[in-house]
């Protein structure tokens, strides 16, 4: 690396230190620890997956360095200091830098063929075409377990790196993850969405071994991980929620540090919107619950609406925070949580997409706050899946403003 790159990490970083040293970071995050651990308490409002091209419009966002580690540090703090400036929330500046432990995985054998199109070159949302690769018995041949391999060697390299880069002015701190299972999203990818829903209904006996074949695969990627030590307890960032919870903790402590006991297990399946409760049951649920029970504790649901289906979800061992979206009813998702899950809102990004309407924001914050506070449940509200502003950075600043506007007329 160059002096100067070197000298700039260190300007960044010192910038970065000193909002992580601000009291409202560790408030934030007792908060998100209230909530977890099934307390009612003020929600937090964080903003995730955002159109970062879009607001590199003052050069706050612009990296100089050259060096790829160089850039990918830069690039954390960069985010970090805009985010805190434009659109803060209840985000959480951790006074510390975090190494991801490293590891590769050889893959389940078959990949992703697709068609794109998009409308905005520098935009990495675009519609997408697959190639269906698993349209028969046969064909699921192809997909195999994968093999995991970790490199302490790395760990150590990278931890060093990024001491000596920081030169003192922030601790290194080596991590790991939780478990990502959306299988129905992949199955979707390698098949095609027509495909697939076609086939549940004629073909069910391939679509069944088509999710035996992936139970398999993430089966091995757990044992795997979970010989490897390749889990993390204390999570800031669970799919664009908060994820610091104390019992997790805990049971890292008690000796289940690095292991999937001490740790989120995060499942979805949105294609499975428009399929039925029992369908929904039939062909996700049962599959996954032996992998769900071998986790600390469980976030289910995304985009897909749930409140149709919270009987069937309510099976999925150690289950903790449930995901409402924008589809879902609020009131009776408020109802059927109650004071035992995390109601985990996820407000429509449509509405910071273009012309900013106050009126839709708010109105459908107050119709969460009403009915998290008629029902006591804890509640967290955040804004992802944000394909664009129309380039109006000031939208996402707007609705911060506005959400904690709102939450403030309950608590």
């Known amino acids: 690396m160059k002096a100067d790159e070197v000298a700039l990490l260190r300007e960044l970083a010192s910038r970065y230190a000193e909002i992580a040293a601000q009291p409202e970071n560790a408030e934030r995050e007792h908060r998100a620890r209230l909530v977890n651990g099934l307390t009612e308490a ?42 805190w400036k434009h659109f803060q929330g209840d985000m959480v500046a951790e006074p510390f830098y975090r190494v991801t432990k490293a590891w590769e995985s050889t893959g389940y054998g078959v990949e992703i063929e697709e068609h794109r199109r998009s409308v905005d070159e520098r935009n990495n949302i675009y519609s997408h075409g697959y190639i269906d690769q698993l349209d028969s018995m046969e064909a699921l041949e192809r997909l195999h377990p994968p093999m995991i391999t970790a490199h302490p ?7 060093a790196w990024a001491e000596a880069v920081l030169g003192g002015i922030l601790p290194v701190r080596l991590t790991s993850g939780y478990l990502y299972c959306s299988p129905w999203d992949q199955i979707a990818m390698l098949r095609g969405m027509e495909p697939m829903m076609m086939d549940l209904i004629c ?22 991980r979970d010989a490897l030590g390749l889990f993390e307890n204390d999570i800031p960032d669970l799919h664009c929620t908060p994820g610091y919870c104390d019992e997790l903790d805990e049971k890292a402590a008690q000796g289940l540090k690095g292991r999937a006991a001490s740790s989120w297990y995060r499942g979805m399946a949105q294609p499975f919107a428009s399929v039925s409760p029992d369908m929904f049951e039939e062909y996700e649920v049962e599959y996954i619950l032996p992998m769900a029970k071998r986790f600390g504790l469980s976030y289910y649901g995304c985009c897909e609406p ?48 273009g012309e900013l309407d106050e009126d839709a924001v708010c109105s459908e914050a107050r119709a969460t706050l009403a009915a998290c506070r008629k029902y006591g449940c804890p509640c967290e509200f955040v804004l992802k899946d944000i394909s664009t502003v129309s380039y109006k950075p000031e939208n996402l600043t707007r609705w911060v403003e506005l959400m904690e506007r709102t939450i403030d007329e309950f608590y």
């Open 42 to 83: 003020r929600p937090l409002v964080w903003v995730d997956e955002v159109p970062w091209h879009e607001l590199e419009q003052g050069g706050e966002l612009t990296l100089q360095c050259e060096d790829e580690r160089a850039r990918q540090m830069e690039r954390f703090f960069r985010k970090k200091l805009y985010q």
């Open 153 to 159: 060697e790395k760990d150590a390299q990278n931890v």
């Open 203 to 224: 073909e069910p006996e391939l679509m069944h071994a088509t999710m035996r074949k992936f139970v398999e695969i993430f089966t091995a990627e757990i044992d795997q």
């Open 306 to 353: 749930l409140h149709d289906r919270m009987d069937r979800i309510f099976r999925i061992p150690n289950l903790r925070k449930v995901g409402v979206s924008s589809w879902a009813d609020v009131e009776r998702s408020a109802e059927l949580l109650g004071r035992s899950y995390v109601y985990a809102r996820k407000p429509n990004p449509a509405l910071v997409a």
